[in-house]
T-cell receptor, first 111, second 112 residues
Framework: DAKTTQPNSMESNEEEPVHLPCNHSTISGTDYIHWYRQLPSQGPEYVIHGLTSNVNNRMASLAIAEDRKSSTLILHRATLRDAAVYYCILRGQTGANNLFFGTGTRLTVIP | NAGVTQTPKFRILKIGQSMTLQCTQDMNHNYMYWYRQDPGMGLKLIYYSVGAGITDKGEVPNGYNVSRSTTEDFPLRLELAAPSQTSVYFC???????????FGQGTRLTVV
């Protein structure tokens, strides 16, 4: 399975935009890019996913590079509730399409 | 609609004891998963199931067993607990391969 690389930690001021990067240079043409986040003492929750085009939903935006070797999760206005570990995951098209989690990026939001 | 429910939330086991972690979902999802998360680490897949009667191993299956007799339930069995199994266990489900996964709140297990 293709791997992803994320910074271990990032900080953001409250109400400012946050750009969380993810590198996935060995991504295959059929791998979807998924983002999940894990709030303290909770299970992961889905944030967004995409294949080639940029995607927007009520939680965030996902910007995918043209060559698909990297992507960026964008939180438009960080709140204290957004403090979490964010996981960038490649989901393949075979088997049960399992989600393989790395260590993610721990986002700290400063009031 | 409760989503994915895990029981118990916390448990302390002695070395060599056995227990079953329960997971049930009320969303009629075909796919179900068990993950473990060690401190400061990401989640690792233990076992998964694509439907009732079908299970398969994930990345770290040793020391665990699962069954899937119904669509709703996917219990995880530890037969001989070891300290290395101290972890937080998460169950997840999704409807098919192109959808988001829903996770339970986790079971924190300590083996002493």
């Amino acid at each position: 399975d293709a791997k992803t690389t994320q910074p271990n930690s990032m900080e953001s001021n409250e109400e400012e935009p946050v750009h969380l990067p993810c590198n996935h240079s060995t991504i295959s043409g059929t791998d979807y890019i998924h983002w999940y986040r894990q709030l303290p003492s909770q299970g992961p929750e889905y944030v967004i996913h995409g294949l080639t085009s940029n995607v927007n939903n009520r939680m965030a935006s996902l910007a995918i590079a043209e060559d698909r070797k990297s992507s960026t999760l964008i939180l438009h206005r960080a709140t204290l509730r957004d403090a979490a570990v964010y996981y960038c995951i490649l989901r393949g098209q075979t088997g049960a399409n399992n989600l393989f989690f790395g260590t993610g990026t721990r986002l700290t939001v400063i009031p | 609609n409760a989503g994915v429910t895990q029981t118990p939330k916390f448990r302390i086991l002695k070395i060599g004891q056995s227990m079953t972690l329960q997971c049930t979902q009320d969303m009629n999802h075909n796919y179900m998963y068990w993950y473990r998360q060690d401190p400061g680490m990401g989640l690792k897949l233990i076992y998964y199931s694509v439907g009732a009667g079908i299970t398969d191993k994930g990345e770290v299956p040793n020391g665990y067993n699962v069954s899937r007799s119904t669509t709703e339930d996917f219990p995880l069995r530890l037969e001989l607990a070891a300290p290395s199994q101290t972890s937080v266990y998460f169950c997840a489900s999704k409807t098919n391969r192109d959808t988001e996964a829903f996770f339970g709140q986790g079971t924190r297990l300590t083996v002493v």
